[in-house]
């Protein structure tokens, strides 16, 4: 196919045990889905149903890599996630069916512009310009559904420079993974090759040009990078 512009590469991720790379798509995001962060943020956990954002591709960051610090903001905040990576898509899942689109998993970071993030709120305007901006998604390798089973449950922690910022527990998920794909589904069109990052503990702060982020899930891997 002839194309009037030349079209931009594929953004991808390694999966673990392969050469073979998974093609990623779309980018969403679930908005305060641990009680414990929704009550450090100001929310009432139990009054809202799960809502969603979204992150561009040219956001993903890979294992190793060096997030460079965003401009036109002074607080850049981050959120250790599960990420979910699907293998199919579609619309209007069904809750038991949901995790037969599930790929694999990964260690994600949803970073954000906090002061911009901030100021949209006051002025009740979106937060594109907190959550997207290039290395606002930083994810790790995948790892396959049938090397980890599903998983509901574990450890999840970030460290920045060998100092414990968030811990937390997958089961403290308000909405679960499967919800979350058969939620998501009612309002998007889902595709193969999108990833959800399913939400974050509690302990979110900021980074630092010069730091070390460490972030581990137990049963799905590690993401290392650094801030330069």
Avoid at 37 to 64: R, S
Avoid at 109 to 115: F, L
Avoid at 176 to 184: A, G, T, W, Y
Avoid at 196 to 224: C, K, S, Y
């Amino acid at each position: 196919m002839e194309y009037v512009i030349t079209p931009m590469a594929t953004t991808t991720l390694a999966v673990a045990g392969t050469q073979a790379r998974f093609p990623v798509q779309n980018i969403y995001c679930v908005g305060r889905n641990y009680a414990d962060h929704a009550i450090e943020m100001g929310h009432d956990p139990d009054q809202e149903p799960p809502f969603f954002f979204m992150k561009p591709a040219y956001g993903i960051l890979p294992d190793q890599g060096v997030m460079t610090y965003p401009a036109l903001s002074a607080d850049v905040h981050h959120e250790v996630e599960l990420v979910v990576a699907l293998a199919t898509g579609g619309q209007n899942i069904a809750v038991e069916s949901a995790m037969d689109c599930v790929y694999g998993y990964g260690v994600g970071i949803d970073m954000t512009r906090r002061d911009l993030q901030a100021q949209a709120k006051l002025q009740a305007r979106p937060w594109e310009a907190g959550k997207s901006f290039l290395h606002a998604a930083p994810c790790s390798v995948l790892t396959p559904l049938e090397q980890t089973g599903m998983v509901d449950r574990g450890s999840i922690w970030l460290d920045i420079n060998g100092e414990r910022r968030q811990a937390g527990d997958l089961q403290q998920m308000i909405w679960k993974v499967p919800e979350v794909i058969s939620r998501l589904s009612t309002l998007f069109v889902l595709q193969p090759g999108d990833l959800i990052f399913t939400g974050t503990p509690a302990g979110v702060g900021p980074v630092a040009r010069g730091d070390l982020i460490r972030a581990h899930i137990d049963g799905v891997g590690e993401l290392q990078i650094s801030v330069a």
